[in-house]
C-alpha cells in the first residue's frame, strides 16, 4: 500500500521523489488498497510523500552536512532508499522481522534491474531480538555514527516494545546517531478516542492484521527515559507547508507528527 502511494506521488507534476520500483512493488493489491484507503482517509497519500520526502531529505543532510556514512532503516518494509539515494561510501542496513523481510527479498530478486546488494539485510524482531546485538552482527559499525530511520513502525508496536528498542539505541549506538520516527497522536494511536472521520481507515488496517497500538502526544519524556538527550517534533501540516509551499485545511494532518532525537545535540545544520 505504501509503495502504491509512492508511485501516485512519483507520478505528480512536481514529484518530491521519484520511486521508479514502487509500481512494481505495489502490484495490483497495493493499489486496491490504497484506493480503499482514499475513501476513508484522503490526505495520505500527500502525508506520505512529505514523509518520504522528508526523511529522503535528512538522508542527504546527515550524510553531506554531518558525514554520516551508516544509514539504518528500521522495519524497512518495501523501502527503496537503499536503491534511490546511492552514495559513495555510505552504508544501508534494513532491520526488518524476518518474515517481511523475506517476501521483500523475494518480491525484489523479481524487478529487473533493482540492485538488492546496495543493503545489508538485518533479521529483527523488535519484540524478541535486540536491534542493536543485530545490526553490530552484521557488520554495522557500533563506533561510527548512523541515520536510524523508523517510518511508519511504532503505531504498530507496543509502547513497552518501543521503549526497549529506543533504550538500546541511546546507549548502543554511536552518541553522535541521530534517530527519526513519525508517530500518531495518543487518541488515534490507542483507539481511546477515535473521531468518527478517523475511524474507517483505523479499522481498515487493523483489519489488515497489522492494528494500531502506539499514539503520543507528547514523545518526549519517552525518549528522555530511553536516554535521549535532544529531542525536536515537527508537525506535518509544517512539513506539508515547506515542501508543498501550500496549506489546504482539509489535509487535516491533526495527529501525524516526527519526532528527531539524539543522545548528543546534533551539529549544526540538522534540523
Ligand atoms: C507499515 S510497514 C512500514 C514499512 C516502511 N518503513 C515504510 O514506511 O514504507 C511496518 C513495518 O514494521 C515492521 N514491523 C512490525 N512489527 C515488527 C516487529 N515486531 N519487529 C520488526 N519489524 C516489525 C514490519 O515488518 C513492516 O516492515
Not at 521519484?18 to 493499489?31: E, I, Y
Not at 542493536?132 to 511508519?152: C, K, Q, T
Request: hydrophobic share 45%; aromatic share 12%; proline share 6%.
Amino acid at each position: 500500500m505504501v509503495c502504491a502511494y509512492r508511485a501516485r506521488a512519483s507520478r505528480w507534476p512536481s514529484p518530491l521523489f521519484v520511486d521508479p520500483w514502487a509500481d512494481q512493488l505495489a502490484g495490483k493489491d497495493g493499489h486496491a488498497m490504497a484506493r480503499d484507503i482514499d475513501l476513508r482517509f484522503p490526505p495520505m497519500e500527500v502525508w506520505l510523500a512529505v514523509r518520504v520526502a522528508y526523511l529522503d531529505r535528512l538522508v542527504g543532510i546527515a550524510v553531506d552536512r554531518l558525514s554520516v556514512r551508516q544509514i539504518v532503516i528500521l522495519g524497512a518494509g518495501y523501502d527503496t532508499r537503499a536503491a534511490r539515494l546511492p552514495r559513495a561510501g555510505v552504508r544501508f542496513f534494513e532491520v526488518d522481522h524476518p518474515a517481511t523481510q523475506a517476501a521483500k527479498c523475494a518480491r525484489l530478486a523479481e524487478l529487473d534491474g533493482y540492485p538488492i546488494d546496495a543493503a545489508t539485510y538485518v533479521r529483527c524482531n523488535f519484540e524478541t531480538d535486540d536491534p542493536v546485538d543485530r545490526l553490530a552482527a552484521s557488520g554495522f559499525d557500533l563506533h561510527e555514527p548512523a541515520f536510524v530511520i523508523w517510518e511508519g513502525v511504532v503505531s504498530y508496536l507496543t509502547e513497552d516494545v518501543i521503549r526497549s528498542a529506543a533504550s538500546r539505541l541511546a546507549t548502543g549506538l554511536d552518541p553522535r546517531s541521530l534517530l527519526a520516527f513519525e508517530f500518531l497522536g495518543k487518541n488515534y494511536g490507542t483507539g481511546a478516542k477515535v473521531q468518527p472521520a478517523d475511524v474507517g481507515a483505523r479499522t481498515y488496517i487493523g483489519d489488515l492484521g497489522e492494528p494500531i497500538r502506539f499514539g503520543s502526544d507528547d514523545v518526549l519524556p519517552l525518549l528522555y527515559d530511553c536516554g535521549f538527550r535532544w529531542v525536536r517534533v515537527h508537525d506535518f501540516n509544517e512539513l506539508a507547508l515547506e515542501l508543498l509551499h501550500d496549506y489546504q485545511r482539509e489535509r487535516q494532518f491533526r495527529f501525524q507528527r516526527l519526532a528527531l532525537a539524539a543522545v548528543q545535540a546534533p551539529a549544526a545544520g540538522w534540523p
